[in-house]
């Protein structure tokens, strides 16, 4: 709820859906900002799995180049609101086609996606459990 100034009304936002009143709860939102860095860092990990799975796909193209984003830099910029880069990885071994994909690079990529986003799930629980916790009024186990 906002104050509004001229009329000093109370004014509630529109959920992410359009609802003006309290027929939604947009469980992101409402678990704040952990919750929308959370959302931002499987997005991120979505980005990468697509672009790993593109790579594996092209692994015979000749002349295609592997894709990839920098983890780290591209988490950071997204949570200043940045898309994400894309960018050609350098330093694998070329084909003779010009093809550089390494499946076992690739592999390794899906592993590591694997354990990034089952870390990622495991916090949005514990989000999750806490916003269920302050709605039962505390340490109320019910569910």
Sequence with gaps: MTTG?????KIQRP?????????CIDVVD???????????YL????IRQRLTASNIANADTPGY?????????EFAAA??????????VNGL????????????REARMLAEN?????????????????????INGGGNDTG
């Design 65 to 73: 180049k592997t894709r990839d984003i920098d983890f780290q830099a």
């Design 15 to 23: 959920c992410r859906h359009g609802h003006q009143n309290a027929q």
């Design 93 to 104: 071994a070329v084909k003779n086609d010009g093809n550089n994909v390494s499946l076992d």
């Design 43 to 46: 997005n991120l990990l979505s």
């Design 30 to 40: 409402g678990i704040g900002n952990v919750g929308n860095d959370i959302e931002r």
């Design 114 to 134: 694997a354990l990034r986003f089952n870390i990622g799930i495991q916090l949005l629980k514990g989000e999750l459990e806490d916003v269920r916790k302050a």
């Design 79 to 88: 949570l200043n609101g940045t898309s994400p880069r894309v960018l050609e």
């Design 5 to 9: 100034r001229a009329h000093n009304l």
